[in-house]
Nanobody, 122 residues
Framework: VQLQASGGGLVQAGDSLRLSCAAS????????RAWFRQAPGKEREFVAL????????IYADSVKGRFTLSRDNAKNTVYLQMNSLKPEDTAVYYC????????????????WGQGTQVTVSS
């Protein structure tokens, strides 16, 4: 599966952005979908995950209550709505996918999009 991320940009602290990640094939019942991010000089970190079966997404503590992950199965697309953005949210955001698994932890994602830059100014 190929993933295409979009929606990044330059915003001010407190603003909102919505990232999109379109998949090249139907992932509605076969793939978990997720977002990760990597800030300059830092390791890539998990942001949010939604399982193939849907249900409540899982979020990193740093974004809980501000970010919302959703999926539109008809469009093979997941969305990351980011509200109340902070300068520390500045990073390249990557969408990822893995075939459905019993694993709940955000590990073992072999499919990645190209990344989209999010910059939050103070």
């Amino acid at each position: 599966v190929q993933l295409q991320a979009s929606g990044g940009g330059l915003v001010q602290a407190g603003d909102s952005l919505r990232l999109s990640c379109a998949a090249s094939e139907d992932t509605s019942i076969t793939f978990d979908r997720a977002w990760f991010r990597q800030a300059p000089g830092k390791e890539r970190e998990f942001v949010a995950l939604i399982r193939y079966a849907g249900g409540s997404p899982i979020y990193a503590d740093s974004v809980k209550g501000r970010f919302t992950l959703s999926r539109d199965n008809a469009k093979n697309t997941v969305y990351l709505q980011m509200n109340s953005l902070k300068p520390e949210d500045t990073a390249v955001y990557y969408c990822a996918a893995r075939r459905r698994t019993v694993l709940t932890a955000p590990l073992n994602f072999p499919y990645w999009g190209q990344g989209t830059q999010v910059t939050v100014s103070s």
